[in-house]
């Protein structure tokens, strides 16, 4: 998502903690374990399982050939079946029916885009640019200028002294009470479901997304423009055969769709109960992945159309993975399946879990706000 300044922030995209969502040996950390366990760990070294799951980093041209089939073929089935549907003059809502599996697909779809900007969905590079390429195009999403803000994104996330590239909008507890009351009117507006989860999508993918963002290289506004360019040649070329207002009855449900579902899925990756954030004193990279990302436990079918992203807690620990091998990753390796999965109903109170604590080291709601104002 789209990186904002700690003050204005358009759309887009410790000390010791209670209770531990992994185990690690080593020695400096401290954390507090259920029943008064403690482990520690030295932040500057990796536990010997960051060694051993490199291997799945290997990527696989039938696996990756065979999701670009599975999930291509059927995505643009589905456009043209929502094309006759118009053309057969049936009720719009046969088409948003249709728009709806049609947007899951492309957020699938994004995910191959999220992979190559990793250059790990293919082992070629050149192969990755031009996938990457493509899927930007269809996500509205260039890949170049994405793959950079995503990079800091990865090197920052959990870092409460390197927040605004990349994130959601998050202040502290401390922030949020001591900010102006525009300000604080401004951020209750950004953290409304209806503007992260409706409004932001629109925002991000139709607005944002055609403008590069601040301090991009010449490469980086390059794939923006192009982007926008072929993106232009595929609505002129609609307008000139299907018809504009039928290119956007069709396109426009399914983007949007798409949008939502990167911005839930992206949004509950770092904002949860028991999410790990410090600053940059005490900011530990393995506990980003461990404690600061998700792992999102979703039934089989969603797991498959959000390309195994669920896995997260794994990806920002080896983000060359490519999401076939993630499964595989968790399953092989013990210690990755002590973090504790967060479910579809728990993921839901991440909605209301809107400001870092820092003296309790938890994310906590706006009511926190009101105690501390008082007290």
Not at 286 to 315: A, C, D
């Amino acid at each position: 998502m789209r990186g904002y300044s700690s003050d204005v922030r358009p759309l887009c995209c410790p000390l010791s903690i209670p209770v531990s969502r992994f185990c690690l040996e080593g020695k400096e950390r401290e954390l507090k374990m259920p029943e008064n366990k403690t482990v520690v760990r030295d932040k500057s070294s990796k536990p010997a399982w960051y060694q051993t799951i490199r291997k799945y980093e290997a990527p696989s041209i039938l696996k990756a050939v065979w999701q670009l089939v599975d999930t291509f073929i059927p995505y643009m089935g589905l456009l043209v079946m929502m094309h006759r549907s118009i053309q057969a003059g049936l009720p719009y809502w046969v088409t948003l029916v249709l728009a709806v599996p049609a947007g899951l697909l492309l957020g699938r779809i994004f995910i191959f885009f999220h992979d190559c900007v990793h250059s790990s969905f293919f082992a070629s590079r050149r192969a990755n640019v031009i996938l990457g390429t493509i899927c930007g195009i269809l996500t509205f999403t260039a890949y170049g200028d994405w793959r950079r803000v995503h990079g800091v994104h990865h090197a920052t996330a959990g870092n409460l002294d390197r927040r605004g590239t990349g994130d959601v909008w998050l202040l502290t507890l401390d922030e949020y009470v001591a900010a102006s009351k525009l300000k604080r009117l401004r951020y209750r507006l950004f953290r409304h479901p209806l503007v992260l989860f409706l409004l932001g999508p629109i925002y991000v993918f139709l607005i944002a997304h055609r403008f590069p963002h601040k301090g991009t290289g010449r490469s980086e506004r390059f794939s923006v423009y192009f982007t926008n360019l072929a993106i232009l040649v595929i609505l002129l070329s609609a307008s000139s055969t299907i018809g504009l207002l039928t290119y956007v009855q069709i396109q426009l449900p399914v983007l949007l769709l798409c949008g939502a579902m990167a911005v839930w899925v992206f949004y509950v990756q770092h904002q949860f109960e028991g999410v790990y954030w410090a600053r940059q004193s005490d900011w530990d990279p393995i506990r980003v992945g461990m404690e600061g990302s998700s792992y999102y436990k979703l039934p089989k079918v969603l797991q498959w159309l959000t390309g195994n992203i669920g896995f997260h807690h794994i990806h920002h620990i080896r983000p060359r993975i490519p999401n076939y091998n993630l499964q595989q990753c968790c399953d092989e390796t013990p210690d990755l399946q002590i973090v504790h999965p967060l479910t579809i109903r728990k993921s839901l109170r991440s909605v209301f879990l809107r400001l870092w604590d820092e003296k309790q080291k938890e994310i906590v709601g706006f009511d926190s706000a009101g105690r501390a104002a008082r007290g």
